[in-house]
């Protein structure tokens, strides 16, 4: 079974729009982490965010906000006024105490920002 | 801080031929990985080094993939023989401890690997 779900596959969005990204995680562990990294045509994975899975507490960071909510198991990435250098794929991963903090990453979604 | 490095960047072989693929993490990093990211999939975890140690290989394919860190730093991981769906990225992360949950991981550039 898939830990983490990204549904949206692709998403294209005009500069300055803003877009939320989704991302839904299944574990039966009480302690966890949850990411959110960047990978941009480069190749390399940069990391955006953690969240623990005792925060709630969502948080805005410049033009990035996050939206955890245990009740639904989601964890949603937000980019208020999209600008043509957001455009990546971005991935959502989770990690768990009980499999040794091995890292779940979920298939990504290719974010376009059309200028 | 230099950030993980990785070797070569690009990387293309026959099938049935071998390759080698080299990472030197950040430096104090004692947790070491190896991910194999195809084409439009997220990165699949082969293998975790904890110091020179090894705490995850489960989805490693033994019969054809290798990996060491025999002094704790820098890593190679080896296929021998090459197969064609094995053309993938395949991405180096340090954490500075696995003991400590949720520390984030910092990624190489990876190495694009085409075997045709």
């Known amino acids: 079974a898939q830990k983490v779900t990204q549904a949206q596959t692709e998403i294209s969005v005009v500069e300055k729009e803003d877009v939320t990204l989704d991302c839904v995680y299944e574990?039966?562990?009480?302690?966890?982490?949850l990411f959110w990294y960047k990978q941009p045509p480069s190749g390399e994975l940069v990391f955006l965010i953690r969240?623990?899975?005792?925060?709630?507490q969502n948080e805005i960071s410049g033009r990035y906000s996050w939206n955890f909510q245990k009740s639904t198991s989601s964890f949603n990435f937000t980019i208020t006024a999209s600008q043509v250098v957001d455009s990546a794929v971005y991935f959502c991963?989770?990690?768990?105490?009980?499999?040794?903090?091995?890292?779940?990453f979920g298939t990504g979604t290719s974010l376009t920002v059309i200028p | 801080e230099a950030g993980v490095a990785q070797s070569p960047r690009y990387k293309i072989i026959e099938k049935r031929q071998s390759v080698a693929f080299w990472c030197n993490p950040i430096?104090?990093?004692?947790?070491l990985y190896w991910y194999q990211q195809i084409l439009g999939q997220g990165p699949k975890l082969l293998i975790q080094?904890?110091?020179?140690?090894?705490?995850?290989d489960s989805q490693l394919p033994k019969d054809r993939f290798s990996a060491e860190r025999l002094k704790g730093v820098d890593s190679t991981l080896k296929i021998q023989p090459a197969k064609l769906e094995d053309s993938a990225v395949y991405l180096c992360?340090?954490?500075?401890?696995?003991?400590?949950?949720?520390?984030?991981?910092?990624f190489g550039p990876g190495t694009r690997l085409t075997v045709t």
């Open positions: 992360a340090s954490r500075l401890t696995a003991g400590t949950g949720g520390k984030e991981q910092y």
């Open positions: 574990t039966r562990d009480t302690t966890y982490y």
């Open positions: 969240r623990n899975s005792f925060d709630e």
């Open positions: 991963a989770l990690s768990e105490a009980s499999t040794g903090n091995q890292f779940y």
């Open positions: 430096s104090g990093h004692a947790t």
């Open positions: 080094f904890q110091n020179n140690g090894v705490v995850d």
